[in-house]
């Protein structure tokens, strides 16, 4: 925890890798993986004489992601050159947007413990990624890959608005939602397609002005960026506690170690040579253009939350949860046209399956099962069929297989249907109340926790199957016969 | 007469007359080469056998009856810094000397397309930065009037080959000048066609906002024939204009009658060699014997064209030249223990000096700072040049200029001396600031001997102005009756 008379301020820059099939400036395949080298041409591999065309599924997008965050989109853009040398960067500059980038003055909201909370955004500009080198693990050499060089990028670069590490994660998992719910990404942090440079200072609390700020680069998953933040601002406010100055600087966070070490030599202050990209033609977007992309906007998380508050009546909670994702919130809207039962989903959502993709490591998107399957699952639920606790047994099959199966197959197959014959469930509670006496006596002298032992032992020994309001029942009518 | 001596249309029509196979043109020129090349050296590569492979296929085709191109077999050069597929495409540097080209430039697509018989690549300066061909890191190039002089430059080898029959004509490359300054030295016609009208997809990039392909040829007529073929607009680039495809051979007529013609006051004036200032004012008298108007006219902002050219051009050098660093491909030094080794080495080893001046000016008026006092203010600057040519072209069609101001110089003359090197631009440079077409015109020879040309400039594709009023000119005068001596001083 940070010193109380210390407060953050912290600043994003994320990284977003855009959906399109092809690349910013070539028609090459932006598909994830493959052999090195082999979704390139010689634009995206930077040879001598090849020229970039821009790609206007980019712009499109772009501008999309700018109107989804409250963007105004700039009418008269064009793109620059970032000179700087690295091997993974073929033509020895980044195509970018220097000072008229595609959308500017956005913002998202964000919920806190003390409500909602605006984290403004400075600017969203197009770029080109990067290629990517592979170290030798025997020291023979660096290689380089340049299948992702040319891979459409937006940057979006927040104000220096969050005052915690949770509030930056936060505005990270809303951009995230926000941009996966408007399809311009997949957003897969684990294949890099969200990722963040995240920077950091700190400044006595009542202090306006701004304390030094660090920089950690190309931070890929919410966990590290916690725990840098923190790291970082406890160890600036180290520095300052002991009488020294921050440096600006930017810093490699080392997840193993949890610490951040300096990565630059200070000297070398970069110095981008940024200018006007000669071989792209201006920008030009009419109102027309941008009204018509308005109007592809899909619901949005804010809209769909309030509609979940005032149809379905969900918990505030709840409503928060299932519209974090767009895959919770797809797959909720699909079940609830199957079951017509929203409350139980969103519980299901919020507890059974964060629970069981949390213990995966997974993420929403990886969910196998569809809306349609869930909606199944609490019918059945709702039918009788089955009890709460067998569906959970069931849900956890539901994540085991590719194909995942319709949860009445599942249930047929494991044999998991509920016990709901009389007969059969008064024999066993026979058995057990005999078995028992003295959680008989238990209950009659007004321990109601009595009953809940025998209703489990009946569980145990119906593996879950028997119908627990049956159980209760005849339990009652058991032991008032004693 | 040899075959070797002919231009392509006269070539196109004895082939199609049946009076001779490309297969004979193609060897004829290759005797010529082994003939004169030794003492010119206009060639970087020689592609004989491919060559020869495909002009029988076009042979064969032409004997099979397919339909083929008028100009299909014959055979043409190409300046070192366009890409032809599995061919060395060296920029005359020491850095891509063994780079082979993995792609076609779309005007090399173009010409596929007629079924072009390539004779090789010719040599240039260094990256086209220069106005001598002496900054080639390969050799030097000799100008086939006199073989102690340079053929100009940057596409002094294009030129001196078409000068010396070593081909019929050649692509080339302008950026400052470099069609037609060195086409002015070796007496040839060389014509850069208005920013956007040819695609640069595939050309190596000097300076992306000025450069331009363009032909280089024995007469107008074959610069229109060539214009035609590879003008266009192309999707690999963004800066090829989409206008509808024109027919330049239709511009060809010998009549100048009404046309307004203006002499820019600055370009016969001090600076300019007497014989070539008096070179201009005769074309100028004689285009009024012939019917057009002939005026004196001011470019005053023309004086800052070539501080503008330096700036802009050698900035966009130095990130156009980035990318030669000894990663993935070209020169990589043999010295090196980390990465900073491989880039300084590399670069350092394998550029020569004139392409390392360029990228240290173009790296120093881009950084943090400066960008303002010469990048920035050299684009407005360059607007104000722009906005003046297009007043004088609401008076004018064309204007006429010196192309050069002088005639070919001794080797070695000006190599030590980049600022004098840099003023053999003056009179060419601002054209493509403006983004405008300009030919030069072999005129006539000085007292020793030596090609003078004259420059027309057109307003922004109204090539088919400066072709006609080009073509007059030829008609009315016999420059062709001249044939260079490749004599030795």
Known sequence: ?482 | MELYELTVHELADKLEAGEVTATEITKSYFDRIKEKDPEVRAYVTLLEEDALKKAKEVDEKRINGEKVSKYAGIPIGIKDNLCITGTKTTCSSKMLENFIAPYNATVIEKLNDEDAVYLGKLNMDEFAMGSSTENSALFKTHNPWDLERVPGGSSGGSAAAVAADMAPWALGSDTGGSIRQPSSLCGVVGLKPTYGLVSRYGLVAFASSLDQIGPITKDITDAAILLNIISGHDEHDSTSLDIEKKDYTKALVNDVKGMRIGIPKEYIADGINEEVKNAVLEAAEKYKELGATVEECSLDVGKYATAVYYIIADAEASSNLGRFDGIRYGYRTENFSNLRDIYRNSRSEGFGPEVKRRILLGTYVLSSGYYDAYYKKAQKVRTLITNAYNELFEKYDVLLTPTSPTTAFKIGEKVDNPLEMYLADICTVPVNIAGLPGMNIPYKLDSKGLPIGVQLVAKQFDEEKLLRIGYTLEQNTNFRDNKPTFRKG
């Open chain 1, 1 to 482: 925890m940070l010193r109380d008379d210390y407060e953050m301020v912290i600043g994003l820059e994320v990284h977003c890798e855009l959906s399109t099939k092809t690349k910013i400036f070539c028609s090459c395949s932006t598909e994830f993986g493959g052999e090195p080298n082999t979704h390139c041409c010689p634009v995206c591999m930077g040879m001598p004489g090849a020229l970039p065309v821009l790609n206007e599924k980019v712009v499109e997008y772009a501008v999309k992601a700018g109107l989804a965050t409250n963007c105004s989109i700039e009418e008269n853009s064009k793109n620059d050159r970032k000179n700087y040398f690295y091997p993974d960067t073929p033509k020895a500059y980044q195509i970018s947007q220097f000072d008229k980038p595609l959308c500017y003055d956005g913002y998202v909201n964000i919920e806190t413990e003390d409500g909602e909370k605006t984290i403004r955004i400075e600017r969203i500009h197009i770029e080109d990624d990067a290629g990517k080198l592979n170290h030798d693990e025997y020291g023979r050499g660096s290689f380089v890959d340049l299948n992702r060089a040319g891979v459409p990028l937006i940057e979006v670069v927040s104000k220096p608005d969050m005052r915690s590490a949770e509030e930056a994660e936060k505005y990270m998992r809303k951009l995230k939602s926000i941009f996966e719910y408007i399809e311009v990404s997949d957003c897969k942090m684990e294949q890099g397609s969200l990722r963040a440079d995240v920077n950091v200072s700190v400044r006595k609390k009542g202090t306006e002005k701004f304390g030094t700020r660090t920089e950690m680069k190309n931070m890929s998953s919410f966990r590290s960026i916690v725990r840098a933040i923190n790291y970082e601002a406890e160890r600036q406010v180290d520095v300052i506690e002991n009488g020294g100055v921050v440096e600006q600087e930017t810093l490699r966070w080392d997840d193993i170690s949890g610490k951040t070490f300096s990565m630059r030599d200070k000297e070398n202050a970069d110095d981008y040579r940024y200018f006007p990209e000669p071989d792209l033609v201006a920008i030009k977007l009419s109102k027309e253009y941008v009204e018509n992309i308005r109007k592809t906007l899909p619901e949005l998380p804010e809209s769909r939350r309030k509609r979940y508050l005032a149809d379905y009546e969900l918990s505030e909670k709840a409503a928060n949860f299932v519209t974090s994702s767009k895959y919770y919130s797809n797959i909720f809207e699909e079940a609830i046209k199957v079951c017509n039962n929203p409350k139980t989903v969103s519980n299901m959502l919020m507890s059974d399956i964060a629970r069981i993709l949390n213990e995966r490591e997974e993420e929403p998107d990886e969910i196998k099962f569809s809306g349609k399957q869930l909606g199944e699952l609490v019918s059945l639920i709702d039918k009788g069929t089955i009890s709460s606790a067998i569906a959970k047994k069931v849900l956890e099959e539901m994540f085991v297989e590719d194909e995942v199966k319709d949860p009445e197959v599942i249930v047929k197959e494991k044999g998991w249907i509920q016990i709901s014959d009389e007969g059969a469930i008064k024999e066993i509670v026979v058995k057990i109340v005999d078995a028992n006496p003295q959680s008989v006596i238990d209950y009659k002298g007004g321990k109601d926790k009595a009953l809940g032992f025998l209703v489990g032992q009946a569980m145990k020994e119906t593996k879950g199957q028997a119908n627990p309001q049956i159980l209760n029942k005849l339990f009652i009518e058991e032991i008032n016969k004693r």
